[in-house]
């Protein structure tokens, strides 16, 4: 069955870029302990900037921030809480208040450091110089564009990580259209800089590992 995602915090494009020249450790937040979180009531009560969750038929998936590292747990579900998160109303304004107490004493099965493969600056910096088609041979998928004051950015993602990839040549704007499509449009282009740019929406999908 098709995973659901829950919920993403506001300010979730902001907190959840992290900084890859410190493999994503944040001055904000003490890291808790990891081996102490035995419930999702403890990874819950964790401080965290960001959070974002998913479930479906096996398994309740949190994804926070844990002393600026972004860290996901699961948990097994039971058809009885299972079918206990189905009949909670997600629009109510306790809703998600509702959903944590039902599964917050779920026991956490495995806990993972998704920080740990967040490129380094040294390994986004050598991809100066890759065209936009060597990016997409190399597995990264359009996401998005932007262009402001004069530059190109594509948004590309690859696993369950982000990427800003700013371009050394421009888009024309005027050649943007119904059918712009923006990887065919810098497949010649070669790239100028790439910055992690945070967590990709698939990153609670256990099938998808840092």
């Keep these: ?68 590292k972004p860290t996901r747990v699961c948990a097994a579900l039971t058809p009885e809480t299972r079918k206990a998160i189905d009949e909670i109303d997600f629009a109510a304004e306790d809703g998600f208040d509702a959903i944590n107490k039902v599964v917050a004493d779920l026991e956490i099965e495995k806990v993972e450091d998704l920080s740990v493969g967040i490129p380094t600056d040294e390994e986004l910096a050598s991809m100066a110089g890759m065209t936009g088609a060597q990016l997409i041979e190399a597995g990264y998928e359009e996401n998005g564009w ?49 910055e992690y740019d945070g967590l990709a929406y698939n990153c609670t999908d256990l099938s998808v590992t840092p």
């Design 146 to 194: 932007s262009i402001w004051d004069g530059n190109t950015d594509v948004f590309f993602m690859k696993g369950m990580y982000n990427f800003k990839v700013t371009f050394n040549e421009k888009i024309d704007v005027d050649s943007i259209d119904d059918e712009f499509n923006a990887a065919e449009a810098v497949a010649d282009f070669t790239v100028k800089s790439v």
């Design 1 to 68: 069955m098709k995973k659901k995602i829950l919920s993403v915090i506001l300010a979730a494009v902001v907190a959840l870029t992290l900084a890859a020249c410190s493999n994503g450790q944040s001055k904000t937040a003490e890291a808790t302990d990891v081996s102490s979180l035995k419930t999702l009531g403890d990874a819950f009560a964790v401080e965290s900037e960001f959070w974002t969750s998913a479930y479906d038929d096996d398994y309740y998936v949190y994804v926070f921030e844990n002393g600026g």
